[in-house]
């Protein structure tokens, strides 16, 4: 039995069958959302949690499904990545998708960094649970993959 089996088993068990449990990221509605904000002047980050509501609407009470849901989010950010940089290399001058690869490798970092020292601080400082912090270092690392895609997107936009 898989994984996403089993925890819809669970959800269902909990009452809960309504609440996805295994949400995929839709890269082309996040694009399109990150264009919108643009064009209106707003921050493009708040699509993020377009993105995620799935995983946003996870019951409180079952942090593990919530974390497997913003975990399979950034395996699809990362996914778009890997996608995007392989159009990039296959359409821009090589010095291009170099400065791509090395713009978009530390903004992933700089927002990988953040999500360990988040999750250091708040075993040390808070009395939160175990499942709780590992929930809000999944969504930090979804968050951080998804704006690197974002911004990896929006300056590559111009590459055809």
């Not at 002047?41 to 409180?60: K, R, V, Y």
């Not at 291009?96 to 090395?102: H, R, V």
């Amino acid at each position: 039995m898989t994984v996403k089996r089993v925890l819809t088993a669970t959800v269902f068990c909990l009452g809960q069958a309504t609440v996805p449990v295994l949400a995929g990221v839709d890269l082309t509605a996040a694009e399109t959302c990150m264009a919108q904000q643009i064009a209106s002047g707003q921050n493009p980050a708040l699509c993020l949690d377009t993105a995620h509501a799935d995983c946003l609407l996870s019951p409180a009470d079952a942090p593990a499904v919530a974390t497997l849901c913003f975990t399979e989010a950034r395996k699809a950010w990362d996914a778009g990545i890997a996608a995007e940089m392989a159009r990039i290399r296959d359409n821009a001058p090589e010095k291009i998708a170099a400065i791509a690869a090395i713009e978009v490798k530390y903004d992933l970092l700089t927002g990988l960094t953040q999500c360990d020292r988040m999750e250091e601080l708040a075993k040390v400082a808070s009395e939160e649970p175990a499942d709780s912090i590992q929930r809000q270092k999944a969504r930090c690392t979804a968050s951080s993959a998804g704006l690197a895609y974002l911004r990896l997107r929006y300056r590559g936009s111009d590459i055809e």
